[in-house]
C-alpha cells in the first residue's frame, strides 16, 4: 500500500501563489504517476496536474500556463506550484498515485486525506 501525506494548503488573495507538497510512502516501488486532483463544493472531483516517474506531465486548460507539477523521485514527493490564483481554484486538493496513470477517479490506485485552497477576491 501507498501512503500520500499532503500540506501546503491555506487562504490566499486572488493573484497569490501557493505550494502543495505530497509526500509518498509505504510501496513506492509501485508508483508511475503521481498527481493533483481537486474537488469544489457541489462539483465533482477533477484532475489538475499530473506527472509520471519519467517526467511527463500534464494539465487541466483550465490552470495551463498558472499550475507547476514537479516531482522528486529521492524523496518520493511531488508538489504543484500555483500561481496567479483564482477564486474558482477554490477546492480541496487531493494528491494520488497510480501504478500505472491518473485519469478516472475511480481507478486511481491512492488518495492523500485532502488539502484545503481557498482564493478570496
Known amino acids: 500500500q501507498v501512503q500520500l501525506v499532503e500540506s501546503g494548503g491555506g487562504l490566499v488573495q486572488a493573484g497569490g501563489s501557493l505550494r502543495l507538497s505530497c509526500a509518498a510512502s509505504g510501496s513506492i516501488f509501485s508508483i508511475n504517476a503521481m498527481g493533483w486532483y481537486r474537488q469544489a463544493p457541489g462539483k465533482q472531483r477533477e484532475l489538475v496536474a499530473a506527472i509520471t516517474s519519467g517526467g511527463s506531465t500534464n494539465y487541466a486548460d483550465s490552470v495551463k500556463g498558472r499550475f507547476t507539477i514537479s516531482r522528486d523521485n529521492a524523496k518520493n514527493t511531488v508538489y504543484l506550484q500555483m500561481n496567479n490564483l483564482k477564486p474558482e481554484d477554490t477546492a480541496v486538493y487531493y494528491c494520488?498515485?497510480?501504478?500505472?496513470?491518473?485519469?478516472?477517479?475511480?481507478?486511481?490506485?491512492?488518495w492523500g486525506q485532502g488539502t484545503q485552497v481557498t482564493v478570496s477576491s
Open positions: 494520488a498515485a497510480d501504478k500505472v496513470l491518473l485519469g478516472v477517479v475511480s481507478f486511481v490506485d491512492s
